[in-house]
């Protein structure tokens, strides 16, 4: 029979690559503790896997963004370089959607369409003032139902 404590040491007990990416993703600044942060990466870190699961969790770019604002010295330039190159992919493509963000709501505007974005670009500059820090692949909007027909042929005739 195990003691409360000793299950909620084996429950938090993360590998060291979920303990970098927790710490990494982490909202509060107060965790954000370049000492923790390098004593973390100095752990044998599996670098293949820790890529893997920032990837499916599509937060890469906050994984890049504290490693070489804290200790880019301590992951292997392989890696390192690799998670640079997607993340100049990512920053321009959110810069592209940003743009037509701006295109598509001077483009409803015009056409007396209301439609508020929300998600995508919208919800990464509120949420991190840094477009380059999430991930988003779509532009979402809050439209009204009457509008749609209107919207279809707009979005249609734009390509």
């Known amino acids: 029979m195990h003691s409360t404590s000793?299950?909620?040491?084996?429950?938090?007990?993360?590998s060291p690559e979920a303990e970098l990416l927790l710490f990494c993703?982490?909202?509060f600044d107060a965790l954000k503790d370049p000492i923790k942060l390098q004593?973390?990466?100095?752990?044998?870190?599996n670098w293949n896997y820790l890529l893997n699961?920032?990837?499916a969790n599509k937060v890469l770019p906050l994984l890049y963004f504290q490693i070489t604002a804290n200790c880019p010295e301590l992951i292997p330039t392989t890696y390192l370089n690799t998670l640079k190159n997607y993340c100049?992919?990512?920053s321009k493509k959110n810069l592209f959607l940003s743009q037509e963000t701006l295109k598509l709501l001077a483009l409803f505007k015009t056409n007396n369409i209301s439609a508020i974005p929300i998600k995508g670009p919208v919800m990464t500059s509120y949420l991190y003032q840094n477009l380059s820090l999430r991930?988003?692949?779509d532009l979402?909007?809050?439209?009204q139902e009457t509008d749609l027909s209107l919207i279809k042929k707009l979005l249609t005739s734009q390509g």
């Not at 979402?140 to 439209?143: A, G, I, S």
Request: proline share 3%.
């Open 140 to 143: 979402d909007f809050l439209v």
């Open 135 to 137: 991930e988003f692949n």
């Open 6 to 14: 000793n299950i909620n040491n084996i429950l938090l007990k993360l």
């Open 53 to 55: 699961i920032a990837n």
């Open 39 to 45: 004593a973390i990466t100095k752990q044998n870190i």
């Open 88 to 90: 100049l992919k990512n």
């Open 25 to 27: 993703i982490s909202p």
